[in-house]
């Protein structure tokens, strides 16, 4: 086991909730993080899913058909390409990113790496593609994907009772898919099923997913600096 996958192993069962107080996220966050664990991971942040024989060894990806994984970690490879320019800066090659998605919150590295695009931490290896499976660092990359979703025009610009926990678990699914709050696409309302499918196991009322989310994030300082 390598030394990441050993910290990770080690990490097995973090107070994902606390993690997520730590980022100066609002309480909203913490909210939105149970429902996105419980529809991408269960909690497990060794999970993942895409093709396996790309996965790390410490991982454990989950049971998909192969049409899903392969499609994954194309999605993964798109994502990677999309943006060479920055990401082959990194010393860790092309391979390691696409393996799909993974971690508690089930994130494209490309994605979850979005950050550090053009930094000396990216270029020195500081991140790596295999930070999903970090329990600290596949939260800090939830949050500020979650806070660059809410800076999108496409949810600034809803109505204000749209402005809610569904609609950025819809932007998690795909950022296109933040302003159907009519569902008109077949994943929105896939979206809608899954989230209340978790919130009624998680002991939730289902009130939760029209939690308003607020626009403005003052204590939080950016993913750069909560990993530097």
């Known amino acids: 086991m390598t030394v990441v996958g050993a910290a990770i192993y080690s990490a097995r069962k973090p107070s994902f909730d606390r993690m997520i107080r730590r980022t100066g996220a609002p309480p909203e966050m913490v909210l939105l993080g149970k429902l996105q664990r419980f529809t991408e991971s269960r909690g497990n942040p ?11 060894d410490f ?15 194309k999605a993964a490879g798109i994502g990677y390409d999309r943006n060479a320019a920055a990401y082959s800066q990194s010393p860790y090659p092309r391979e390691m990113w696409v393996f799909g998605s993974g971690g508690p919150y089930g994130m494209l590295p490309s994605s979850a790496l979005a950050p550090w695009r053009g930094t000396e931490a990216l270029r020195r290896g ?15 990359f939830f949050v500020d994907y979650a806070h660059r979703l809410v800076n999108r025009a496409e949810f600034r610009e809803l109505p204000p009772a749209h402005r809610t926990l569904l609609a950025l678990k819809r932007g998690m699914a795909s950022p296109g898919l933040i302003g159907d709050y009519n569902e008109a696409k077949a994943r929105s309302r896939t979206t809608r099923h899954n989230t209340e499918k978790a ?5 939730l009322d289902l009130s939760v997913l029209d939690t308003p989310i607020p626009l403005d994030w003052p204590r939080y300082p950016g993913a750069a600096e909560l990993v530097p």
Do not use: C, H, I, M
């Open 126 to 140: 500081k991140v790596t593609p295999y930070d999903v499976f970090n329990p600290w660092r596949a939260t800090v």
């Open 199 to 203: 919130a009624r196991e998680l002991g």
């Open 59 to 73: 991982a454990e990806p989950r049971n998909a058909s192969r049409a899903a994984q392969v499609a994954e970690s």
């Open 46 to 56: 060794r999970t993942g899913l895409g093709q396996p024989e790309l996965f790390p």
